[in-house]
């Protein structure tokens, strides 16, 4: 476990979302790491503070006030899930992502999310 914050903030969303989100961003993406259905992107420290809120699942971690968070970050070598995994690994040409990039990655792929109770005509 990592303690958010001083290196970096974090995004955390749902896999199904993250996935959507993955491919919008394409080589835009920094480092995501995956576990349980969840995806973590790292962003740069300081801009978790000021994230909007896009829905339920879809959270900004960061070093604000009082809060601590840490966040599992695996070996180089995990790559394969579904527990604690790189999804997209770090290295020195992938790091952190852009928030705004992010941001509107997440907003495009919340909006081709499926309605629930939706039918198809």
């Known amino acids: 476990m990592v303690k958010v914050g001083p290196h970096w903030d974090v995004l955390r969303a749902p896999a199904e979302i993250g996935e959507r ?3 919008l961003l394409g080589d ?8 349980y259905g969840l ?4 962003i740069p420290a300081g801009h ?3 994230w909007p809120r896009l829905q339920a699942g879809i959270h900004a971690l960061g070093a604000q006030g009082a809060e ?3 966040v599992g970050v695996p070996p180089a070598h995990w790559r394969g899930g579904p527990r604690l995994h790189w999804r997209l690994p ?4 992938r790091y952190l992502t852009d928030p ?6 997440l907003v ?4 081709a999310e499926p309605v629930e109770g939706a039918t198809a005509w």
């Open 48 to 50: 978790a503070q000021d």
């Open 100 to 105: 705004g990039r992010l941001r509107e990655a």
């Open 108 to 111: 495009r792929a919340i909006a």
């Open 90 to 93: 770090v290295g020195p040409d």
């Open 68 to 70: 601590v968070a840490y």
């Open 21 to 23: 989100a993955l491919e």
């Open 39 to 42: 995806m973590y992107w790292l």
């Open 28 to 35: 835009a993406s920094g480092a995501v790491i995956a576990d």
